[in-house]
């Protein structure tokens, strides 16, 4: 069964840290782009960073410097390290899988709460 799975979320004081996790379960991610979105209330849905199966990287302007988006191919895992988060990144965040061999295929995680609050 193929499946993303996503972890680490929880609640964080404004300049804490956090790291989320992408899990893949029942295929491997090698060969996927990987990228991090987050969806605040009443929000659309929006890019926070991806890493290419090579991995390079890239991040949404209001995240450079403080997120850092890796992943480990031996684990089939991938991260966002959030450092200095604001109250801004409060969201849900989900992991998204793209086939580098047939961009029409990706998947999705269920999606893991973030909440930066004092």
């Known amino acids: 069964q193929v499946q993303l799975v996503e972890s680490g979320g929880g609640s964080v004081q404004p300049g804490g840290s956090l790291r989320l996790s992408c899990a893949g379960s029942?295929?491997?991610?090698?060969?996927?782009?990987i990228g991090w979105f987050r969806q605040a209330p009443g929000k659309e849905r929006e890019l926070v960073a991806t890493i290419t199966s090579g991995g390079s990287t890239s991040y949404e302007d209001s995240v450079k410097g403080r997120f850092t988006i890796s992943r480990d191919h031996a684990k089939n895992m991938v991260y966002l390290q959030m450092n200095s988060v604001k109250p801004e990144d409060t969201a849900v965040y989900y992991c998204n899988a793209k086939d580098i061999r047939d961009y029409a295929t990706d998947y999705w995680g269920q999606g893991t709460q973030v909440t930066v609050s004092s």
């Open positions: 029942g295929f491997t991610l090698d060969n996927y782009a």
